[in-house]
């Protein structure tokens, strides 16, 4: 019997996806990419966006009219928010959560899925072969053998009004910095070449259990030691964090280990005060502009990524052109752009949408023309010098090419490079720069 997941959304939902697999694969199932041969196909959803659920629903309907043809489950977990939960409840075989995942194996036998594995071995042997606690304790079935995500975090406390997340995931919950030390041990065990620490707010890490937990800063501390006595060569990233919680000891503890990659990504949403408070952001410029200014002391060769929303409920020319200026100011080596638009359950979901589609396209267009203009003084700076970057897979818009990226997570196309490649670290030279990207020679 085969399964089949489909990953909607983010690169928590990915993580997601692998503990889900791994705990379906257990059940006796195979897995598959090929959504008709699976008897068993399930979607890890992302309410974030109505465009990322619109994509749940299409996928259903579809599914559903395989049912006329063959026999098939479905089932649907990951991001979602109560009002589309009601919905799926009436679409999908089963709907559970992420904090349910140990108990998936009844869950699916209670809809009548039944493997020769879970015949020959009774559910409740299944469940104890672990002594599962919760889902963070289920050993994930990595995508990847050179890059993976580890979850510290889960959920958000910090209700942005223009954000769902803490609706779907619930508030902030910190995973046991032992269980996540542990996950990294075996990552660099066996030779992962890039671990990524998630969360809805990563650098929160350890709020919600003082005097429990560790911080975010000493949890990076400790990776690095790990990477320090292992002699690896390997890079830590993490995403997302959020201003307010961005101390300066945590650009510290990456400056002082190697393995710490040197990349922030730094979430600004929008260049305006006022805009800012009404996105309850609770962080300033001033305030972003001092963690810009930490990182470029601490961090001189560190990218800086952010995220920013165009025509949020009530911005005004002159707002866009303050985020404008503030682009120009920081040089960002990317931004990740988007247009405004509301999602059930968001407070700002309760303001007027005042800013027309075309007005978001002009908006994105704008920002789009600066973020280009600063990548590009940033890339042309990078021609004829030599950086090492990790192969990530071959370039699927040109034979014969590698797609790979630097520490600081650039995109270097290889041309006439071996395949074999894949999965490794190498030495190459900058010979051509564009405006987003770069070409470069293998040294």
């Not at 799926?88 to 594995?117: A, H, I, S, W």
């Not at 995931?169 to 030779?191: C, F, P, T, Y």
């Not at 007027?352 to 890339?379: C, F």
């Amino acid at each position: 019997m085969k399964c089949c997941v489909v990953t909607l959304g983010c690169q928590m939902n990915q993580s997601d996806s692998e503990r889900i697999r791994s705990v379906i694969e257990k059940m006796g199932f195979e897995m598959t990419d090929v959504e008709e041969e699976a008897s068993l196909i399930g979607v890890v959803a992302c309410s974030v966006r109505q465009k990322a659920i619109d994509k749940v629903y299409s996928k259903i309907q579809k599914w559903n009219k395989w049912k006329n043809e063959k026999q098939l489950v479905t089932f649907v977990s990951g991001c979602i928010l109560p009002a589309d939960e009601v919905k799926f409840l009436k679409l999908f075989d089963l709907v559970f959560r992420m904090n349910e995942l140990p108990e998936l194996p009844t869950m699916l036998y209670q809809c009548g899925v039944t493997t020769e594995f879970s015949a020959r071995n009774p559910l409740n042997d299944l469940q104890r072969e672990d002594e599962r606690t919760d889902f963070w304790q289920v050993d994930p079935t990595y995508s990847s053998n050179f890059e993976a995500y580890v979850p510290i975090q889960n959920g958000c406390d910090k209700f942005c009004s223009f954000c769902a997340v803490p609706y779907t995931r619930g508030r902030e919950v910190s995973r046991a910095s032992a269980d996540i030390l542990n996950e990294v041990q075996k990552l660099i065990d066996r030779d992962v070449k890039s671990i990524t620490l998630l969360g809805q707010n990563v650098n929160s890490y350890g709020l919600d259990k003082k005097g429990e937990e560790i911080s975010f800063a000493n949890l990076l501390r400790a990776i690095g030691e790990l990477g320090k006595k292992s002699g690896k060569k390997f890079w830590v990233y993490f995403t997302s964090p959020h201003p307010r919680d961005m101390t300066r000891d945590v650009i510290e503890a990456i400056a002082d280990y190697e393995c710490l990659a040197k990349q922030i990504h730094l979430p600004v949403q929008s260049g305006d005060e006022k805009l800012l408070r009404r996105m309850n952001r609770n962080h300033n410029i001033e305030d972003y502009l001092t963690i810009v200014s930490d990182i470029r002391e601490l961090l001189p060769t560190a990218t800086i990524f952010t995220d920013i929303i165009v025509g949020f409920s009530g911005e005004t020319d002159e707002q866009l052109e303050n985020t404008a200026q503030l682009m120009l100011d920081v040089k960002f080596n990317m931004a990740y752009i988007a247009k405004y638009s509301p999602r059930v359950g968001a407070r700002a979901a309760r303001w007027e949408d005042d800013i027309t589609p075309q007005q978001k396209s002009e908006r994105l267009a704008r920002l789009t023309e600066v973020l280009k203009r600063t990548s590009y003084e940033h890339n042309e700076a990078m021609i004829g010098k030599t950086f090492e970057v990790l192969v990530e897979r071959e370039d699927p818009r040109k034979a014969g090419a590698l797609a790979t990226r630097t520490e600081g997570k650039l995109p270097v196309r290889i041309v006439d490079a071996p395949s074999d490649l894949v999965g490794t670290f190498q030495r190459v030279e900058i010979t051509s720069a564009s405006e987003l990207s770069l070409t470069g020679k293998l040294v």
